[in-house]
Nanobody
Framework: QVQLVESGGGSVEAGGSLRLSCAAS?????MAWFRQVPGGQREGVAS????????YDPKTVDGRFTPSVDQGRNSLYLQMNRLKPDDTGVYYC??????????????????WGQGTQVTVSS
């Protein structure tokens, strides 16, 4: 069993920044960020395979979002800059011990955090 604890969400004005953190209770093969905007489905944001750099999904977000990983701390981060109201939603951390380490689908992710709310006002 893996526990994922997210932190760092909050409310900001458009153009502001937030940094999300996700701490896992143990190392997993793959960690990822997903988000669910109001009325939408959960979509992938970024992923990190053990031993590799974290990367964001360009289908969902752009270079305003920078994921990073600290393997020693079993933690995944998401630096979000120049936030827009469209970025509003609940951001979830997820993990699994299987390939592929992709956020094209929520399928296969065994463990999920409770989610952290990000609200961007215009």
């Amino acid at each position: 069993q893996v526990q994922l604890v997210e932190s760092g969400g909050g409310s900001v004005e458009a153009g502001g920044s937030l940094r999300l953190s996700c701490a896992a209770s143990r190392r997993t093969l793959c960690m990822a960020w997903f988000r669910q905007v109001p009325g939408g489905q959960r979509e992938g944001v970024a992923s990190a395979l053990t031993g590799m750099l974290a990367r964001y999904d360009p289908k969902t977000v752009d270079g305003r979002f920078t994921p990073s990983v600290d393997q020693g701390r079993n933690s995944l981060y998401l630096q979000m800059n120049r936030l827009k109201p469209d970025d509003t939603g609940v951001y979830y951390c997820a993990a699994k011990d299987a390939h592929p380490c992709s956020v094209s689908s929520v399928q296969g992710y065994t463990w999920w955090g409770q989610g952290t709310q990000v609200t961007v006002s215009s």
